[in-house]
């Protein structure tokens, strides 16, 4: 499959892609994109958020986006019949915002068909632990209880599988002694400044840069 993230939109200025982020939570991740498109411009960064999508009320990732004058929608599941009702809701409400990438910063949820129909390819996660490794929710708790001494996190085009998609690149961190103690929590948030950094870094470069993906592997340009 070849993708290119920036696709000509009638009316855009050319190197702008459009970025709608998915949010469920804290919105640290999508922090970081903030500040890093506010600092540097967007013609510079190669990419802008044109809106955060959420599968819940009330969380810091809306109001993180609130904040930052970016329109915010919410797409509950249990607001819909069925799951695919609501797969159907969250790709037209993503789709109204015509993203070249979208991208799940924590997203707690499963997408569906429609969903990965119309934005297989470019839809990106970040994923808590060293994919194949630990997928699923609870990547931080399980790699610890493994016994692993090295994790990280794993930012990766997402497929019809949990965490299973091309990997565009990964970060690692240490696990200490003291991490057993508190449940994950720190080592939690070591892996999150991993992360926001290279989840920065890499959604930016293919916006600005373009890429393939060739089977698994994923080629920047
Ligand atoms: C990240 O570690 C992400 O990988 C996981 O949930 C966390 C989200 O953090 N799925 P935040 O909401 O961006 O602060």
């Known amino acids: 499959m070849a993708a290119k993230p920036v696709a000509p939109v009638p009316g855009r200025r ?4 459009r970025l ?11 922090q970081a994109l903030l500040d890093t498109i506010a600092e540097a411009g967007a013609d510079a960064y190669g990419a802008e958020v044109v809106a955060v999508g959420a599968d819940r009320e009330g969380i810091e990732g809306l109001a993180r986006a609130e904040r930052a004058g ?11 019949a069925t799951r695919e009702e609501w797969d159907a809701a969250l790709t037209e409400a993503v789709a109204a915002h015509e993203p ?8 707690m949820k499963i997408v569906g068909k429609e969903f990965l129909a119309r934005f297989g390819g470019r839809f990106v996660n970040t994923h808590p632990a060293l994919l194949p490794s630990f997928p699923g929710a609870h990547g931080v708790r399980d790699a610890l209880a493994y016994g692993v001494r090295v994790t990280g996190c794993t930012v990766h085009f997402v497929d019809d599988g949990v965490d299973t998609g091309p990997i565009i690149a990964q970060g690692v961190v240490e696990v200490r002694d003291e991490d057993h103690e508190d449940g994950g929590a720190a080592l939690h948030e070591r892996i999150k400044e991993v992360e926001r950094r290279l989840l920065v870094d890499v959604v930016g470069r293919l916006a600005r840069n373009g890429y393939r993906i060739e089977g698994r592997k994923v080629v920047i340009q």
């Open 14 to 17: 050319p190197g702008t892609g």
């Open 20 to 30: 709608v982020v998915l949010v469920s939570g804290s919105g640290t991740n999508l």
């Open 70 to 80: 970016v329109p915010t929608f919410v797409c509950r599941v249990r607001d819909h």
């Open 100 to 107: 070249d990438l979208v991208v799940s910063a924590g997203f």
